[in-house]
Each structure stands twice: as structure tokens, then as C-alpha cells.
């Protein structure tokens, strides 16, 4: 059994616009998928009532993800309706930054439509999202304020935000490190992802292996190795695998590693949510 738990359809502004939910499922059975996660995002720091368009001047530049409310429940609804049609497809969504709009968390998280919740943090509260920041024009000091945000929101997503699994907890990294060749120390985060980790396990979360850093400059993927046996030394099961395709060629890649190196890690099992509860799947 493989499962691709974390992709995006047209229905998230940054994917391939010909990326059909029913695509998507056509292509994951074609692969040999059990089961595809449609999970698009929904940025909660973007999703303003119906009918404002007033946003802060800093997230002007993430124009494309304006109109996260429709985005997000159209993709939702129109997954739900396509899952009697295609029995390898699940309803999930990527909530990013559910603690910078609790209200619109709290509107998404609700839908009974949905099997599955990643909870992401792609950008601190007032600044622009990781991916746009320029690392080579800073000064190492604002990089290591700039994680230390990241990883003290996280740590509270951990603790009071409604999800399954916490999405690419090593996201900045992705940038940083994979896209500027800029060498983090690590070591400085160790205790509070070790919190991380004892939060998400007390709460029933989990967290995700996010394949995506393979077929990226990074070259690995997120979180990393060590990350993934130090959440199972904790007591982790609960662990989700996921491409974070943006386009259907991209779904399923990865995932086999995924499960190779979740037995090298010494996970027995892989997860899979339906209905928003986790099922536990030999590896
Ligand atoms: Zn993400
Ligand atoms: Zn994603």
C-alpha cells in the first residue's frame, strides 16, 4: 500500500493550473496509489471576510495567494463531491498559519467534508512567506531571529491549533539552505523541536515527511533524518507521507524513499487519515 497524503490540485494559485482534482486521482491510480490527499492550500492570514480585499502592505507581494477562503472550500467541496467517482481520493487541505486568523482556521477546520488537516507555517506573523525572503542580503543574526519565530510558532501550533499532522517542519530550510546554499547550525533548535515533538505526541498529532526536498535543490527531505528517529526515540507513530506535488507528474515522487527510510528510522507503520482519524498502515 503507498499513499500520497499531501497534494495540490488548481484549486491552490501556485499549482499547475491544469492540475485537475480528477487528474489527480486518474494519475494516482495509475502510479499504484492506495490513496491520494488532495490537501490545497488554505493560508489563513489571507482569507479576509467575504467581499474585503484590504490587505497589509507586506502580503502584497504574495498576491497569488489572495482569495485563500474560495480557493480553499471550492477545492474542498469539489474533492468531496469527486470521492464517490474515484475511491482513491481523499479530502484534506494545508492550513497554513492557523494561528495568525483563528477565525478563519476555525471556519475551515470545521467542514466535515474533509479526511485530513496539515497544519503549515509558511510565513511569521507580519513578515512575508520564507520563500521570499532574500537570505544573501541579511545578516546571519536576522536568519536565526527570523527561525527562532518560526519555530516558537510552531511550537504553539503544536499546542493549540486544529490538525493531523504538522507540515515541512523544516520549511525555511528549503530556502535557506536549498535555495541560497547558506549553512544553518541547527543545533540551537534541538530543545524546542524536541518540545515540538512531546507537544504534537501528548496532542495525538503527528507530523509528515514531506518528499518534496528530493526533487529540489535541498536534496533531502523535510524534516530530515535525524529529525525523524528523534520524534520516533519520543514515541512518535503518527507520521503521514507526502509529495507536495503542484503538478500531477509530481504525485507519488518520493514516497517509496519516504517508507524506506521511515524502516530505517524504526517506524513500524505509515499513516493514512480518513474522516480526520489516523490508520496505521505495516510498512
Ligand atoms: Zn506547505
Ligand atoms: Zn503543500
Not at 494561528?99 to 474533509?114: G, V, W
Not at 511569521?124 to 536576522?142: A, G, L, M, R
Not at 535555495?179 to 501528548?202: A, Q, V
Not at 503521514?240 to 513500524?268: N, Y
Request: aromatic share 12%.
Amino acid at each position: 500500500m503507498m499513499f500520497d497524503s499531501h497534494v495540490h490540485s488548481k484549486f491552490s494559485p501556485d499549482a499547475d493550473q491544469s492540475a485537475d482534482i480528477s487528474n489527480i486521482a486518474v494519475c494516482a491510480k495509475e502510479i499504484g496509489l492506495s490513496y491520494v490527499t488532495v490537501t490545497d492550500h488554505c493560508d489563513c492570514n489571507f482569507f479576509l471576510p467575504e467581499g474585503e480585499f484590504d490587505y497589509p502592505e507586506y502580503q502584497k507581494q504574495d498576491s497569488m495567494m489572495f482569495g485563500a477562503r474560495d480557493y480553499a472550500t471550492a477545492s474542498i467541496k469539489k474533492c468531496a463531491e469527486l470521492k464517490d467517482r474515484y475511491p482513491e481520493l481523499l479530502c484534506g487541505v494545508e492550513l497554513g498559519q492557523p494561528l495568525q486568523n483563528p477565525q478563519a482556521s476555525d471556519i475551515i477546520t470545521s467542514m466535515k467534508e474533509l479526511d485530513f488537516i496539515i497544519g503549515s507555517l509558511h510565513m511569521n506573523d507580519n513578515k512575508p512567506d520564507f520563500y521570499w525572503i532574500e537570505y544573501k542580503k541579511i545578516d546571519i543574526s536576522v536568519i536565526r531571529a527570523l527561525l527562532d519565530s518560526y519555530f516558537d510558532e510552531i511550537l504553539q501550533m503544536a499546542a493549540s491549533a486544529d490538525f493531523d499532522v504538522l507540515g515541512h517542519l523544516t520549511y525555511p530550510l528549503r530556502y535557506i539552505e536549498g535555495e541560497c546554499g547558506l549553512n544553518i547550525d541547527m543545533l540551537r533548535y534541538d530543545e524546542i523541536i524536541r518540545d515540538i515533538f512531546r507537544t504534537l505526541i501528548e496532542n495525538g498529532r503527528g507530523i509528515e515527511i514531506n518528499t518534496s526536498g528530493y526533487r529540489q535543490k535541498f536534496g533531502r527531505p523535510f524534516p530530515d533524518e535525524e529529525y525523524l528517529k528523534l520524534y520516533r526515540s519520543l514515541g512518535g507513530e503518527i507520521i503521514t507521507i507526502g509529495s507536495d506535488a503542484h503538478k500531477t507528474r509530481d504525485i507519488g515522487a518520493g514516497v517509496d524513499w519516504g517508507e524506506q527510510l521511515l524502516r530505517h528510522c524504526g517506524f513500524k507503520y505509515v499513516t493514512l487519515f480518513k474522516e480526520r482519524k489516523p490508520y496505521q498502515f505495516r510498512l
